[in-house]
């Protein structure tokens, strides 16, 4: 594919949210919302752009590629906007014997069809009120929040279970919906893959009884299914995974069904008085297999990752003790547009005996860090290292640093982006024939605000305080988005 040419407008003053940056669509000038302007603004562009220009040396054994997952809206919303609408777009940059290139495509979704065949927005979004008279449902499934690597397969998945679409790792064109032979044809964004067998263990929401579908897929295609208990309909975001069992989750933020019913709006409220809830569930058991506990009420988004400790299950998590915006407003406009749930955690563990029933659960640390990354190989393994993003208080949706945690006891190191700077989600790879759990590389993409540049830095993910080893310069802004993953170039297709 030729490479695409773009030339850039620099940023014009808009009031009162910020600013509409390079290569933004024209529309956002006129919507006064924090999650459409700046940093968070889409991109019109689809570029492909080689021979990228490098300060610093890329390894020359980095042989993949980084993709990141976003919202991207390409049209202006019908209603409220909230930042989990805009349409799914992955920014990917593929590295090969010392050099880079970049990539960026639409997922184009069922969804995205309908809305470009007519050129404007037809669902309404996350934030209600909500029209189920819309083909397929009130939501419009985006595929926009998380990337997983499955057997020889790069799939988008969406938060809310959704329909996973295949893409091409080589162009990131889509492919279309991807079900495993109808195995799989919905599933929230933060399936696992079991390192060791290749199994896919995924789970399922929805808003009628029994509320959630836990299942795995395994290597042959078989798939394993039931479906799970619930007090009521919830919004669990992620699952963990051990050799032999995994996690489900069970967080006292719900909305009231008859408040959705009356005014078609889905509020979550935050029910101090109910305890958080895990479920450990053997890998192929059912609904009458599964051993709740509990704990004290909270929220929580990502898991870093379980182990098996004995008759122990242990879970490291990024834990949100209240996700309640403070009624004086001092959490911000920014925030309130999270859907009244705020993305400020903390490191977290919780204990789970199979024998005795016992709990224990504590702090690992107070830092407010999230999206987690560990070493893939760890999975479900018990491991030593993670590499979280530090999220600053004012702007709760972005991230200006790395911290590498040590999670034997919460210690930490860290490396800001710099003044102005924000990043993505940073997977780490391994180097080859590595032995050490932590020695390999981090990979992110950084957006400037002060000109609204953008880069692949590269850092040793054995010390990330030293700074990025290579920073690659990309050809245009990268909007801030969700989940990234590195797929290794043994993983390509031939």
């Known amino acids: 594919m030729p490479v695409l040419e773009i030339t850039h407008r620099h940023g014009k003053a808009l009031s009162p949210s910020g600013l509409v940056p390079t290569g933004a669509p024209d529309w956002i000038q006129s919507i006064d919302n924090p999650y459409l302007h700046g940093l968070f603004a889409p991109t019109v562009h689809e570029v492909h752009a080689t021979e990228l220009e490098v300060e610093g040396e890329l390894p020359k054994e980095l042989c993949g590629a980084y993709f990141r997952n976003g919202p991207n809206s390409a049209h202006p919303p019908t209603n409220r906007y909230h930042w989990f609408d805009g349409d799914g777009m992955v920014h990917g940059i593929w590295f090969d014997n010392g050099r880079a290139q970049y990539r960026n495509r639409t997922i184009q979704t069922r969804g995205w069809a309908q809305e470009h065949k007519e050129q404007r927005a037809i669902w309404g979004g996350v934030l209600g009120p909500f029209d189920f008279t819309l083909p397929g449902g009130p939501l419009k499934d985006t595929a926009n929040t998380d990337l997983i690597v499955v057997q020889g397969k790069l799939l988008a998945l969406w938060y809310e279970s959704g329909v996973p679409v295949a893409l091409d790792p080589l162009t990131l064109d889509t492919l279309g919906p991807w079900d495993f032979d109808g195995a799989l044809r919905r599933a929230s964004a933060h399936a696992k893959v079991d390192p060791a067998t290749g199994d896919l263990i995924w789970f399922r929401y929805g808003d009628r009884a029994p509320y959630m579908t836990y299942g795995v897929v395994r290597t042959d295609g078989t798939v394993h299914r039931t ?68 704990f004290e009420p909270c929220y929580m988004l990502h898991v870093v990752n379980c182990w098996e400790d004995g008759d122990t299950v242990v879970m490291v998590g ?12 001092r959490d911000g406009r920014i925030a309130a547009m999270l859907s009244c749930i705020k993305l400020q955690a903390n490191l977290y563990r919780w204990e789970m005996n199979l024998r005795t029933g016992a709990t224990r659960e504590g702090p690992l640390d107070d830092l407010n860090a999230e999206f987690p990354m560990i070493n893939p190989a760890m999975t479900g393994r018990r491991n030593r ?5 530090h999220i600053p208080w004012e702007i709760p949706a972005t991230f ?34 590595a032995t050490a759990e932590d020695d390999g590389w981090l990979v992110t993409f950084v957006t400037d605000r002060a000109d609204w540049s953008s880069a692949c830095l590269v850092y040793s993910a054995q010390d990330i ?10 050809p245009q802004r990268v909007p801030a988005g969700f989940h990234a993953v590195w797929m290794d170039g043994a993983a390509f297709p031939a």
Not at 406 to 431: C, M
Not at 467 to 474: H, Y
């Open 227 to 294: 479906d799970i208990t619930l007090p009521g309909p919830r919004r669990p975001h992620d699952i963990g995974v051990t050799p032999h069992y995994s996690v489900l989750h069970d967080f006292p933020v719900f909305f009231d069904p008859e408040l959705f019913r009356q005014t078609g709006k889905r509020i979550p409220v935050f029910h101090r008085e109910v305890p958080t809830r895990f479920g450990v569930i053997p890998r192929f058991g059912t609904d009458a297999d599964v051993a709740w506990f509990s």
């Open 318 to 329: 990024c834990r949100t003790a209240d996700p309640t915006l403070r009624p004086d407003k």
């Open 400 to 433: 200006d640093g790395l911290v590498k945690y040590d999670l034997t006891d919460g210690s930490h190191t860290r490396h800001a982006y710099g003044p102005g700077v924000f990043g993505s989600e940073a997977p780490f790879v391994a180097r080859p024939g």
């Open 465 to 474: 305080e030293a700074g990025p080893i290579a920073r690659v310069k990309l």
């Open 385 to 389: 290292y993670a590499w979280l993003q």
